[in-house]
């Protein structure tokens, strides 16, 4: 019983020696951290023991203020002078470049004595005016017969001799009017061609100006697509007058643009569509029968009543081959001669018509935008033998 006593208090020694060794040390044991609440926001960026930021901050973006909308006035339209009496106004121009051959006709013809030699000189300098030579001869032969039968001497009296010649060989009764009134409820259609640097763009802004200053609203067809800057160019020419432009991407078919501005001329009732055509060598005939597409394409709206041919007088006799192979591709029906004002000789005008039977509508005297002024005969031989008129209503 004794043995049984002393062994419970060992086993209850030990108990108590164990718990005294083990309660220390759980009261030692650190705590777990301090859950924080949660906060519904949105977290910002980590920050580092030191209390800085770590990470990529993203900086809220800078507030731009909105530019100011710069509105550009509308260009003002402009108002075309009248065309009647144009090619009287600008007479001096025609008349400083070419009264050269003015007088030296004129002084020729005043001399004492008219023998071969100065039939001759006549004749040289009726061909070198570019007359050509089958008029020069013509226009040679009827002074000759004329002077000798009516014993005209005077200068006054030649000169009026000289004057009529020149203006019959012009054939004064060829229709120079432009058909470019409305017909049938369509505008009518013109189309303008050329070759290369004759300015035909420019030309067709011109023409513009003049169907504006007789009354006449215009839809132009920017139909060269080859050249960027020849669209934007006739849009300039355009805006001045208040004119519509049609015209397509660079490159387009050229046909298609043509059709689309007869179109549109029809769709908005104007009198005119005058399509602007690439400028194209006479010679090169893949160019000239794309010429003739336009053409074609065009006409299943109705018929061209203007084909009008551009031609640079500064190039004289050669303007002639170029004149007859467009006539043989779109049927010119007339022509623009430009830069009257320059170095050209005037007789080119009578070549022309003598050549091709096409009458001269159009001449440019000078590079201003009313510079283009309608042909008409006796006033433009006032001007090339640069004295007084030749009659009282020139």
Known sequence: ??????????????????????????????????????????AGPPVSEAGTATGTVTAPPPVVEPEPTVVEPAPAVETPEPTAGRLIRLRTRLSRSQNVFGRGLLGLLARDRLDEDVWEEIEDSLITADVGIDATREIVDRLRERTRVLGTRTPVELRALLAAELVNALDPELDRSLRTA????????????????????????????????????????????????????????????????????????????????????????????????????QNKIGLMDELGKVKRVVERHGPVDETLLVLDATTGQNGLEQARVFTEVVNVTGVILTKLDGTAKGGIVIAVQRKLGIPVKLVGLGEGPDDLAPFEPVQFVDALLGTEPLDANA
Request: proline share 7%.
């Open 1 to 42: 019983m004794e043995y049984l006593v002393v062994v419970l208090v060992l086993v209850g020694v030990l108990v108590l020696g164990t718990i005294g060794l083990v309660a220390p040390r759980l009261r030692r044991r650190p705590q777990p951290p301090a859950v924080p609440p949660r906060v519904e926001e949105e």
């Open 182 to 281: 409305p017909h049938d409820g369509t505008p009518a259609v013109a189309l303008v061609v050329g070759v290369n640097g004759a300015g035909k763009t420019t030309t067709c802004g011109k023409i513009a100006r003049v169907l504006v200053a007789d009354g006449h609203s215009v839809v132009l067809g920017a139909a060269d697509t080859f050249r960027a800057a020849a669209a934007d160019q006739l849009a300039t020419w355009a805006g001045r007058v208040g004119a519509e432009v049609v015209r397509g991407p660079e490159g387009a078919d050229p046909a298609s643009v043509a059709f689309d501005a007869v179109r549109r001329g029809i769709d908005a009732g104007v009198d005119t569509v005058l399509i602007d055509t690439a400028g194209r060598l």
